[in-house]
């Protein structure tokens, strides 16, 4: 008697019968049939998922690459020629001695005592004025500008004219985008602000010292610098305390401030008082600086100073210099001397 087989819907009929055991054997083989394509399947499945997620984490590698590139171009130096910055002060800033941000509770103002331009722009008033002064003179270059450059012939001023922004310091301005703060740590910028001479210990209880409150400014006008400046920082005693960081310019903006935050607050004022190294190695930045803020409370040897700003300029390298006598007069003389021969200012803040 024939039977009939089905197989991948093929009619089959087969004109001699088929023993039990043929067919059990052929139906063992159907099913192990069946289930290596369910295996096969199921593997394909498999590699499908794999390389999905290959290509998943493949992406957010390549997002995250293209993040920290755009953010390395973020943080790259904006070239001048894509900028422009007036050089006049905000009409919202004071003019006059103000204290730093940090410390206004501490430090109830500041009276200028005296402010005397060694060049042939207009003079500084030590009055507040009542509108906000361009640096420089009445007008106001940008960048796009040839620019006027500061104490242009008038011993080594730079007359660089580089414009791109502009740093104020106790009240004294200066154009550029490079900045260096040389700030005097030795022993007598622990006096108390309201010390005299036969009490040096007045304004010692409370904190407020001459040190106090040059920290308080170096923090406040590195806060104010543009975005694309420069700076860097040293302070001196008998000699140099070198920053710890390496590079020659530091980047404007709250890491950089926080970095000199952080520095300055672990120092403790001692020593002497010549800052011929911190000048010197100012001047062997790279790029030079565009001005260099000078602050002291005592008085040291001019020549050293004198010596080394003429080696520098025999190499072409000139930079205005604005000095500030602070809480002392001791030292104002020598600090003049220093910014007439380099076309910067001189201030005492009492």
Not at 70 to 92: H, M, N, W
Request: proline share 8%.
């Amino acid at each position: 008697m024939g039977s009939i087989l089905l197989r991948q819907g093929v009619r089959l009929r087969l004109v001699a019968p088929l023993s039990p055991r043929i067919l059990e054997t052929y139906r063992k083989l159907d099913a192990e049939r069946l289930e290596l394509a369910a295996v096969r399947k199921e593997a394909l499945r498999s590699k499908v998922r794999r390389l999905l997620l290959a290509a998943a984490a493949l992406s957010v590698i390549t997002h995250v690459l293209l993040l920290l590139y755009r953010y390395q171009i973020d943080q790259t130096e904006v070239p001048p020629e894509s900028i422009s910055f007036r050089l006049a002060l905000d009409a919202s800033e004071d003019v006059a001695l103000s204290p730093g941000p940090d410390f206004e509770d501490l430090l109830p103002g500041l009276d200028a005592l005296d402010l005397e331009p060694t060049d042939p722009s207009p003079a500084y008033s030590s009055t507040v004025p009542s509108a906000p002064m361009p640096v420089g003179g009445p007008a106001t270059p940008s960048l796009g500008g040839a620019g006027v450059g500061a104490g242009v012939g008038s011993g080594l001023g730079s007359g660089s004219g580089l414009g791109g922004g502009g740093a104020t310091f106790f009240g004294l301005a200066a154009e550029g985008r490079r900045f260096v703060y040389i700030v005097d740590k030795s022993g007598s910028m622990s006096t108390g602000w309201n010390a005299t001479p036969g009490n040096l210990s007045v304004g010692l209880s409370s904190g407020d010292t001459r040190w106090r409150r040059a920290v308080a400014e170096l923090l406040k006008s590195i806060s104010k610098l543009p975005t694309v400046a420069r700076f860097q920082a040293y302070l001196y005693d008998s000699g140099l305390s070198s920053p710890p960081w390496s590079e020659d310019w530091v980047p404007a903006g709250s890491r950089g401030r926080s970095r000199v935050q952080n520095w300055v607050n672990r120092i403790v004022p001692g020593g002497g008082t010549q800052p011929v190294d911190a000048i010197q190695s100012a001047l062997l930045l790279q790029p030079p600086p565009d001005a260099i803020f000078l602050l002291t409370d005592g008085e040291f040897p001019v020549e050293p100073a004198m010596q080394v700003l003429q080696t520098m300029k025999g190499q072409g390298i000139r930079c205005p210099v604005h000095t500030v006598a602070l809480g002392s007069q001791a030292g104002a003389d020598t600090l003049r001397e220093l910014s007439r021969v380099t076309g910067g200012r001189m201030r005492v803040v009492k």
